[in-house]
């Protein structure tokens, strides 16, 4: 191999992972659009059907976003009926989110979406190769957050700044 494939195969991963990501975010964001749903709206209505009731500021950290923008969304998806806020009545300063009927309707709906990307990426891939790929990826994370530990957002921001 000459040294410029070893210089690919050096750097290569994150650039195949990037693209990679990005073919399939931007199928999924297709999916969700014919549902009338944006890609931020759906994380949010995910993280809601895992652990209904949060408070703003803690759905803002479990979708990794800073709090106004996901106010922003929040207001969006209220306008829509698919959650509703409520003042917290122990700390009148926080506010709980919930979701609607509507909203809770909405997860069998959204997750077909995201079978259907799934299963445009598996194309072409067997069984045993997509357990692979699986396999693969995991071990690429976990080797890589060995080193370099997860952090919040913000306590990345803090470190850079310091």
Do not use: C
């Amino acid at each position: 191999m000459d040294d410029r494939g070893n210089k690919r195969a050096d750097i290569g991963i994150g650039w195949r992972l990037r693209r990679a990501h990005m073919a399939f975010s931007r199928g999924f964001r297709q999916e969700l659009a014919k549902a009338d749903m944006s890609f931020g709206q759906f994380v949010h209505l995910e993280k809601l059907w895992e652990n209904d009731g949060p408070t703003q500021a803690e759905l803002s950290r479990a979708v990794g976003i800073e709090t106004a923008s996901s106010t922003t969304i929040l207001d969006e998806l209220e306008r829509r009926a698919f959650i509703t806020r409520v003042r917290n009545p122990q700390d009148r300063r926080k506010i709980n989110v919930y979701l609607t009927e509507a909203g809770r309707a909405l997860e069998p709906v959204l997750l077909e979406r995201a079978r259907v990307v799934n299963l445009q990426a598996k194309t072409g891939l067997s069984h045993q190769q997509v357990e692979q790929l699986f396999l693969l990826l995991e071990s690429v994370t976990e080797a890589l957050n060995e080193v370099y530990p997860q952090a919040s957002q913000g306590d990345a921001r803090e470190r850079l700044r310091s």
